[in-house]
């Protein structure tokens, strides 16, 4: 492909349209979302569970998520983090997509309020609750170079654990998105330089996660790049299916920003 040279007058046209778009953009967005969920998490009615699995250090897990279902998250055992991809249960072509995610919400944020959209620009995940606000939607997991230069050989990583559970979808490598790291306390400096934040995170942090469509939902809990723990030591986390609960016309992830109303629409259309 040809490079296509820009003038320093088309250069700073575009930068304008785009500058113009993102005031717009933010224009409509919440001037302040919701404070971080109170902790300790609070008990799930029984009634209410659909399913609850554990996930030891270095393992992954995957499940199939009905529309209105809930996925709490919680690191009742200790601190780890969590890597998470999706794929439309209908579709699997559809699947999560971060950098849509973030361009459309203007942030790299995801916290209580926010949506995670598709590559169909359709709403997959809705975060409904969230205690620390503290993951890394830009770095992605660990790989086995990673984990052997940190750790030295026997170690299990994110890149491999979603490789198998893919396969166990019936998916191919080429099909796993960019993971979401979950309670990975990943910020950008001013320098442009990825830094690890412990104090972002709290005892027995948790997130839920509530499903706007059908879904493959894979979970592979091994430490992320920037831990600096020296030792590998993932702490097992507790997954928890909650049944459907219809939110109510305000909700607050399906009217923040102009680009969550519109991914909801398609989620409409695309349900006719």
Same mark, same amino acid.
């Given at each position: 492909?040809?490079?296509?040279?820009?003038?320093?007058?088309?250069?700073?046209?575009?930068?304008?349209?785009?500058? =113009?778009?993102?005031?717009?953009?933010?224009?409509?967005?919440?001037?302040?979302?919701?404070?971080?969920?109170?902790?300790?998490?609070?008990?799930?009615?029984?009634?209410?569970?659909?399913?609850?699995?554990?996930?030891?250090?270095?393992?992954?897990?995957?499940?199939?998520?009905?529309?209105?279902?809930? @996925?709490?998250?919680?690191?009742?055992?200790? %601190?780890?983090?969590?890597?998470?991809?999706?794929?439309?249960?209908?579709?699997?072509?559809?699947? /999560?997509?971060?950098?849509?995610?973030?361009?459309?919400?203007?942030?790299?944020?995801?916290?209580?309020?926010?949506?995670?959209?598709?590559?169909?620009?359709?709403?997959?995940?809705?975060?409904?609750?969230?205690?620390?606000?503290?993951?890394?939607?830009?770095?992605?997991?660990?790989?086995?170079?990673?984990?052997?230069?940190?750790?030295?050989?026997?170690?299990?990583?994110?890149?491999?654990?979603?490789?198998?559970?893919?396969?166990?979808?019936?998916?191919? &490598?080429?099909?796993?998105?960019?993971?979401?790291?979950? %309670?990975?306390?990943?910020?950008?400096?001013?320098?442009?330089?990825? &830094?690890?934040?412990?104090?972002? /995170?709290? =005892?027995?942090?948790?997130?839920? @996660?509530?499903?706007?469509?059908?879904?493959?939902?894979?979970?592979?809990?091994?430490?992320?790049?920037?831990?600096?723990?020296? =030792?590998?030591?993932?702490?097992?986390?507790?997954?928890?299916?909650?049944?459907?609960?219809?939110?109510?016309?305000?909700?607050?992830? &399906?009217?923040?920003?102009?680009?969550?109303?519109?991914? %909801?629409?398609?989620?409409? /259309?695309?349900?006719?």
């Amino acid at each position: 492909m040809q490079h296509v040279r820009r003038s320093p007058e088309e250069i700073a046209a575009n930068r304008a349209r785009y500058e =113009d778009h993102q005031r717009k953009g933010l224009e409509f967005s919440p001037k302040a979302l919701p404070a971080p969920s109170s902790l300790p998490a609070p008990m799930i009615d029984a009634a209410l569970i659909v399913h609850q699995e554990l996930i030891p250090g270095g393992w992954h897990w995957s499940t199939r998520i009905k529309r209105g279902e809930t @996925l709490r998250i919680a690191l009742q055992q200790g %601190f780890s983090t969590v890597s998470l991809v999706a794929w439309n249960a209908a579709d699997t072509s559809e699947r /999560l997509n971060l950098p849509d995610t973030v361009k459309m919400q203007w942030t790299t944020a995801l916290s209580k309020g926010r949506v995670i959209f598709s590559d169909m620009g359709r709403v997959m995940l809705s975060v409904t609750e969230d205690s620390s606000g503290a993951h890394d939607c830009l770095m992605g997991g660990s790989t086995a170079a990673s984990n052997l230069t940190k750790y030295g050989e026997g170690t299990r990583n994110t890149r491999d654990n979603l490789v198998l559970l893919a396969t166990k979808a019936g998916l191919d &490598r080429r099909d796993i998105p960019a993971a979401l790291s979950l %309670f990975a306390p990943v910020r950008v400096d001013q320098d442009g330089k990825f &830094r690890w934040k412990p104090e972002l /995170l709290n =005892d027995g942090d948790y997130i839920e @996660l509530r499903a706007e469509m059908e879904m493959i939902v894979g979970l592979a809990n091994c430490p992320h790049p920037l831990d600096p723990n020296p =030792d590998y030591r993932p702490n097992p986390v507790t997954v928890t299916r909650i049944a459907t609960v219809e939110p109510d016309a305000g909700d607050l992830c &399906r009217t923040a920003t102009a680009e969550a109303v519109r991914g %909801f629409e398609n989620n409409a /259309l695309a349900a006719i």
